[in-house]
């Protein structure tokens, strides 16, 4: 047992930080650290940044372009990038299309479409849960009929993240309705410009427009937009979530989060005091920090574990579930911390870093994403899904 | 011991609650998120039916020129208000700014009131400020007296309503130290004032409030409610029955998230079942039925209790809040969790009701801040 990093690793992690440091634009930063959107010119602008220092694509194997980086690797540049307020790297061609491609795909494939993610020419978004399957994915609807050398596409896809930015979409498709559920479905790979296709926007409670509904009418697919053999997109399918849950427990998140609410309390007058020295404000953001210490060292167990080759288990249900939790108790401290000045919806202060906080800095941003962030427990395979998994490998049988 | 509502209530209850829904739809479009073509952020039509139905009337007693007015008829208007997620500002206008003036006006400045309830006027307090937090005494803001004239200058903070209010009621210092409860007076300013300045946003749970900053605002003295440096007892009271009428509200609003939650449990199908039928959901669903019924009754003692000594009534509410407080976030969070991701839209009516639930939490004093304010009370 040793808590320590290796000599090698700190070395990377200075690397890492010397980066963050000439080359994150301030203005980036900044807006992020302050809760603020981003916009797709400031995601494409630190995509290219991170493309030009080779480090976009940290899990990617090195003949593809990638880093190889291993799992602690990994997890020090995630946390380098949150403690500097880096933006979020989008991950749908990066860190979920990109590795099926990489197992699945054929070297046509490989070659037109990994290239094009890495340069920023492509903008993937993914088209995996319907109205009617949510956490039941695999009941999924939408049609695809082959017809001659291409497919025919009909049906809607819903809470596709950032769709109204993309150019190609991934998508689920039941290509045998005779089939059981998870056997009769197809992995497909669909240009957006494609006639009968129409993003619709879905606005969330934080007023922030981040989803979307992308529907299908008679969208003609070529054959060779295929991933793999036809029918068998569920098992691709599942290898692509255990990447969706890559960095799942969201430490980075939390640390800067947690920093934020100590910030804004420390400049809130309470009862004479700040609000920081207050008993019971301290004791609570106490109990978060005390969960969180204890959640980063178990996301390091399985890190490490990882890192020498072996499959996390149950662990990433939990760290899911723990992360999350974790996270959403942060943002209601945020949001307890910014007083009655977590009450006003200024749309202009929760973009770009421009317009000051009406109120003390991080408060506009506090309530919407403590709002936003209820998704948290609701995407990438709800809390109740997660802790299935752990009941059902644990107590064996149904869950 | 009669835990029923009394015939007027009842009717009152019925009546108001049949109005809301017949009117869902110009509700509903009120309380869109930064709302831009309605400045007033609700709907001044339901406004003056509201007035016509007497629920303004309902909420000032007869010697105010109401015919109601306690506890319990503030907390029958204000459950329905919540059921339906309403915004209308009746917090504001009725029970802050009526029940100031009711309280410490002269004849002619009670002729405000009489208008407040006919639903011609409309009224916002403009007490706290950007360093006040939820102390009811900080107030800093400077009321200086000159000659025949009174001179204002500080900034308001999320002043709700000031938009559309005719006028606004304006906390100031004339003697003693930030925080000292001695020494604050009311102003009644027209909203049109010169050195009145109005910074007015959307707020994020529907309708609209504003920073105020004032500098050198002129008044004469009879703009003055009551006497000088005397108002903190009457904010006080005012405060007492407004965090009463909001803890109705929230508990209305629970109401609402939890049918909803309700009604989806049972028609919701993932798995080839109505997710209701899912014990770990059912379970969840019982223990968020279990708290509204706790904040329920938590909202009765406050409201029976809202005659009482002020220790009585300062123990009683801030248990109230503070139990809705904790409740709400729990019936908030869980009907979005249970709902998942159609709950985060901002169409779906819960989406509406959860931020009303919980952005309640930010007006005159979080849950944490109830808990502490019951301490203190306890140990006195």
């Not at chain 1, 694509?57 to 990038?81: D, K, L, M, S, T």
């Not at chain 1, 799942?248 to 400049?267: C, E, H, N, P, Q």
Request: hydrophobic content about 40%.
């Amino acid at each position: 047992m040793d808590l320590n990093y290796s000599v090698e690793e700190q070395a990377f992690r200075a690397e890492v930080q010397e980066f963050l440091a000439q080359k994150l634009p301030k203005e980036m930063s900044e807006a992020i650290r302050l809760g603020r959107e981003l916009g797709k010119e400031g995601h494409e602008k630190w995509h290219a940044i991170l493309n030009e220092q080779g480090w976009l694509a940290p899990n990617w194997p090195q003949e593809f372009g990638g880093c190889e980086w291993n799992a602690v690797q990994r997890h020090i540049f995630e946390e380098e990038c949150c403690r500097a307020h880096a933006p979020r790297i989008v991950p749908f061609g990066l860190a979920m299309l990109a590795p099926v491609l990489q197992k699945f795909g054929s070297k046509a494939q490989q070659d037109h479409y990994l290239p094009r993610i890495l340069s920023g020419e492509d903008w993937w978004c993914q088209g995996y849960s319907e109205p009617g399957a949510g956490s039941d994915l695999a009941s999924l609807k939408t049609r695809a009929v082959r017809n001659g050398d291409h497919y025919v596409v009909n049906g809607q896809k819903t809470w596709t993240t950032l769709g109204q930015h993309a150019n190609w979409i991934f998508c689920l498709v039941r290509t045998d309705p005779d089939a059981k559920q998870q056997s009769g479905i197809s992995f497909l790979l669909i240009d957006m410009d494609t006639p009968g296709i129409e993003v619709r926007p879905i606005i969330l409670l934080d007023g922030t427009h981040e989803v979307n509904e992308v529907w299908f009418t008679d969208v003609k697919v070529p054959v060779e937009n295929l991933v793999g053999e036809e029918n068998k997109g569920w098992t691709y399918a599942k290898y692509l979530l255990t990447h969706e849950r890559t960095n799942i427990a969201g430490v980075g998140f939390s640390r800067a989060g947690l920093d934020a609410v100590k910030r804004m309390a420390s400049t809130q007058m309470h009862r004479g005091k700040p609000l920081s020295e207050n008993a019971h404000f301290a004791a609570r953001v106490a109990r978060a920090e005390i969960d969180l210490m204890a959640m980063s060292t178990t996301n390091l167990r399985i890190i490490s574990r990882a890192a020498a080759g072996q499959a996390p288990g149950v662990e990433s249900s939990m760290l899911k579930v723990k992360g999350t939790e974790i996270r959403q108790e942060i943002n209601d401290l945020a949001r307890r911390a910014a007083g009655a000045y977590a009450m006003p919806f200024v749309s202009e202060a929760l973009e770009g870093a421009n317009e000051p906080d009406m109120g003390p800095e991080g408060s506009a941003a506090a309530a919407p994403q403590y709002f936003n962030n209820r998704k948290l427990s609701i995407f990438g395979g709800s809390n109740e899904v997660q802790k299935n998994i752990i009941a059902k490998v644990k107590l064996g049988g149904g869950a | 011991m009669n835990f029923d509502l009394t015939e007027e209530r009842q009717m009152l209850q019925d009546s108001l609650r049949r109005f809301l829904r017949d009117n869902q739809e110009a509700l509903r479009a009120s309380t869109r998120l930064g709302n831009a073509e309605n400045s007033l952020g609700f709907d001044a039509g339901i406004w003056t039916k509201l007035a016509e139905l007497g629920v303004i009337g309902a909420l000032f007693s007869e010697e105010e020129g109401g015919f109601a007015g306690a506890g319990f008829d503030l907390t029958t208007v204000f459950e329905e208000l919540g059921r339906a997620g309403a915004v209308e500002p009746l917090l504001d206008t009725a029970i802050l700014g009526g029940g100031l003036i009711a309280a410490l006006g002269t004849e002619t400045q009670k002729e405000l009131v009489e208008q407040v309830i006919g639903g011609e006027v409309h009224l916002a307090l403009a007490h706290g400020e950007p360093n006040s937090r939820y102390d009811l005494a900080q107030v800093e803001t400077m009321a200086k007296v000159e000659g025949d004239d009174i001179i204002l200058t500080g900034r308001k903070a999320v002043v709700v309503n000031a938009e559309a209010a005719d006028y606004l009621i304006v906390s100031a210092r004339e003697s003693g130290a930030a925080g000292d409860e001695d020494g604050i007076s009311l102003f009644l300013v027209p909203r049109d004032s010169a050195g009145l300045t109005l910074r007015g946003y959307a707020l994020l749970a529907g309708g609209r409030a504003a920073e105020a900053d004032l500098e050198g605002l002129r008044l004469s003295a009879d703009a003055r409610l009551g006497g000088p440096g005397t108002a903190y007892a009457a904010l006080k009271r005012a405060t007492n029955r407004a965090e009463v009428a909001l803890a109705a509200e929230t508990l209305g609003a629970m109401e609402a998230a939890t049918e909803m939650t309700r009604e989806y449990l049972l028609t919701r199908q993932q798995f080839g079942r109505p997710i209701g039928s899912f014990q770990a959901l059912q379970h969840r669903m019982a223990t968020l039925l279990i708290e509204l019924e706790q904040a329920r009754s938590a909202v009765i003692n406050a409201a029976g209790h809202l005659e009482t000594s002020a220790e009585e009534q300062a123990l009683q509410i801030s248990a109230a809040r503070n139990l809705v407080g904790r409740a709400g976030r729990l019936v908030a969070e869980e009907s979005i969790q249970l709902h998942g991701g159609i709950a985060m839209t901002e169409e779906y009516e819960l989406a509406h009701i959860a931020k009303r639930i919980v952005m309640a939490d930010h007006r005159f004093g979080d849950t944490d801040t109830q808990l502490e304010r019951f301490i203190d009370q306890s140990a006195a």
